[in-house]
C-alpha cells in the first residue's frame, strides 16, 4: 500500500530512480547518460522535493520487507496546458517488483492527492519508445495526447509522448486497483 513519503525515504527514492532508468533505458537513452547517474544527486533531490515547505508535489513511496521498491510524484500540470490541470511526475518500481499492481496503487494515490487538491485531470510524460509504460498508461484508461522532444543534455533529445485521463475519478475510485 502506498504511503506519503518521508525524508528517511529519499536515498530509497534516489535508488530506484536510478536503477530503474538503468534497466529500463538502455538502448533508449545513451549509455553514457545512464552510467553518469548519480544516486547522490537523486537523493538530495528528492529530499528537496519531500521536505518543500509550499508542498508542491506530493510522493508516495511502495516498500517491501522495509525497503523501497517503488514510488511515484504528483503536481499542478507545468505545461500551462488548459487541457489539464495535474501531473503525474514521475513513476518507478525496480523491475522485479513490476507486474503485481503497485504501479496501478502508486497511480490511484497521486490521482487522489491531486483531487484533494482540485485537481480531477492528469497528464503524465512518458518516452516514446518506452513501450512497456505507454501500454501501463493505455490500460489505465490514459488517452495519448501529443508528442514532444525531451532535452536531456546538451545537444541530447530524445522524443517522448502524454496521455491524458481528463477525469481522474475512475483512477480513484478503485479502477486502478483491479
Do not use: K
Request: with cysteine; charged share 25%; proline share 6%.
Amino acid at each position: 500500500m502506498p504511503r506519503p513519503a518521508l525524508a528517511a525515504d529519499a536515498a530509497g527514492i534516489a535508488a530506484v530512480h536510478v536503477d530503474s532508468w538503468r534497466e529500463t533505458y538502455p538502448g533508449m537513452l545513451p549509455d553514457r547518460y545512464l552510467a553518469e547517474m548519480d544516486v547522490s544527486d537523486y537523493e538530495d533531490r528528492w529530499l528537496r522535493t519531500i521536505q518543500d515547505p509550499y508542498r508542491r508535489s506530493a510522493v508516495f513511496v511502495v516498500e517491501e520487507e522495509s525497503r523501497v521498491v517503488g514510488f511515484a510524484s504528483c503536481g499542478r500540470e507545468r505545461d500551462g496546458d488548459e487541457r489539464y490541470e495535474g501531473e503525474l511526475y514521475a513513476i518507478y518500481l525496480l523491475p522485479w517488483a513490476q507486474g503485481r499492481g503497485l504501479g496501478r496503487t502508486l497511480v490511484a494515490a497521486t490521482a487522489d492527492a491531486l483531487a484533494i487538491r482540485g485537481m480531477t485531470s492528469m497528464v503524465v510524460w512518458v518516452l516514446r519508445q518506452n513501450a512497456q509504460a505507454r501500454g501501463f498508461y493505455e490500460r489505465l484508461g490514459g488517452v495519448y495526447l501529443r508528442e514532444r522532444p525531451l532535452d536531456l543534455a546538451p545537444g541530447f533529445d530524445v522524443p517522448e509522448v502524454s496521455y491524458l485521463w481528463a477525469d481522474t475519478a475512475p483512477l480513484r475510485s478503485g479502477a486502478a486497483r483491479r
